[in-house]
């Protein structure tokens, strides 16, 4: 059994994960816009990143060692993957700064639209389930880590606009066929894509993943964003130079 996972500062496990380790969670974690998670705010506190669906708790590792100054809150609807989050998080050199909870997003915070330390969160991030029609896993914990059933996109969006800071980053990781589907739900949160990059297979190849990154619209001074490309292989199956340069700081 592969019970996990060696990064470079880092080992995630995920044998009691529904959702194991994949090139999806790598990708986000080392792409998603990190700048201003990078320091304290103007007035000296530290930035606060919300993980949505976090399983391994790969994702908030990851932007644990990009966010040196970052408090960083990871939330699973499944017990397993908490429980193995937690273990992950106290096994790593951040342990004071990653906090897991068992919740869905929708009841996550209580209260007044807030985190538990009143303050809005600067990057909120997820790799979330996708699949809506196709056959579903008996497996329940499986079937929930991959259908949106649990979390669809509308809820995903809307929840996470209302707990994003004034000036904060919301990035995502979809199927490229979700993406015109998520664009039309953020304009209607008044959020506008800042960065996407379209993720291909190998050159010449259909992108099949889009990682998306919005800001609320009064804080993005860009209508319509940057777009990139990224090609996984070369065309002899090898790590692509490009995906090396992202990857760089992670794989071993």
Known sequence: MNLGFQFKQFFVKHDRCAMKVGTDGVLLGCWCPTAKSQRPTANGQSPHILDIGTGSGLIALMLAQRCPEAQITAIDIDAEAVAQARE????????????????SLQEWPMGNGKCGNDKWYDLIVSNPPYFTDSLKNPDAARCAARHNDTLPFRMLIAQSARLLAP??????????????EIQSLAREQGLHCTH??????KPGRTAKRVMLAWKHAVASAIYGGSTEHLTLEDDHGARSDEYNQLTKDFYL
């Open 88 to 103: 992950n998080f106290a096994a790593s050199t951040w342990a004071d700064r990653l906090h897991v909870a068992q919740s």
């Open 196 to 201: 996407r990059c379209y993720v291909h297979p």
């Open 167 to 180: 000036d904060g980053i919301l990035a995502l990781i979809v199927p490229t066929e979700a993406e015109s």
